[in-house]
């Protein structure tokens, strides 16, 4: 199969294929995400929570985000690769902006970035698109201000908060993303917004009317230790069978029953003879 490029969201809206999205931060999870046939890897900022153990994203470099994506992009054949821009590298000049995501996909080999908000990044979000580096767009709950929104909170359930999401995915649209990611808002306004644009929509909390969905693959995995969101539905308990392996391996190698003679390398008896 081919590499999924960004015609790829527009076309599966026309189609109505629901896209599939999943975070992945390292190589080894790429591969298998990759080989399940999954449209789409984000290697979202919340690598700053799951992977970095910080308390929210803001912490996060673009550093951190290249080392990461280029993991990613290593262990990836088919699924199309989102960088997400971490928090004050699109919030000062839409010079630095475009240098930055400029750097993220020429260092990472990622296809796209994503940037979080609507009104007060369109400079910035229009000045990445006419260099040419496609942009998927985030509204919603954005993480990157949760510091502004009072903490991780459901957004858009009132009248004016509705409406400015509603007027940032028009906007948005306008702009040229190739799809917008929303979080954590409610599943009818998040169905006024996915019958409204002609570009795809990536629900995350979002209900099931948006035109694809993406989780945070630790989430879904039942990875996390830490909090599990209403909308995660848990497709494992790898945290708990994790555990039980190493508890079971910390026990083996105290009691000496790993590892076993079948583990181990032979030398030749000649070749022992002289080391006595
Ligand atoms: O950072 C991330 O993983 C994200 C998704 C939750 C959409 O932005």
Known sequence: ?????????????????????????????????????????????SLGMVMLGYENTLSVTLDDMIHHTKAVVRGTENAFVVLDMPFMTYHTTVEDAIRNAGIAIQESGAQAVK??????????????????????????????????????????KDEGVAKKIIEEAKLLEELGVFAIVLEAIPEKLAKIISESLTIPTIGIGAGRYTDGQVLVIQDMLGMYPDFTPKFVKKYAELGIQIKEAVIKYNEEINTGVFPEEKHGFKIDDDVLEKLY
Do not use: R
């Not at 109505?16 to 999870?29: C, E, N, Q, R, V």
């Not at 942009?135 to 991780?152: I, K, R």
């Open 1 to 45: 199969m081919a590499k999924f490029n960004v015609t790829f969201f527009v076309d599966s809206k026309e189609k109505g294929h629901k896209i599939s999205m999943l975070t992945a931060y390292d190589y080894t999870t790429a591969k298998l995400i990759d080989q399940a046939g999954v449209d789409s890897i984000l290697v979202g900022d």
């Open 115 to 156: 940037l979080e908000g609507g009104f007060h990044v369109k400079d910035k979000i229009k000045g990445i698109i006419d260099a040419q580096i496609p942009v998927l767009g985030h509204l919603g709950l954005t993480p990157q201000s949760v510091n502004a929104f009072g903490g991780f909170k459901v957004q858009g």
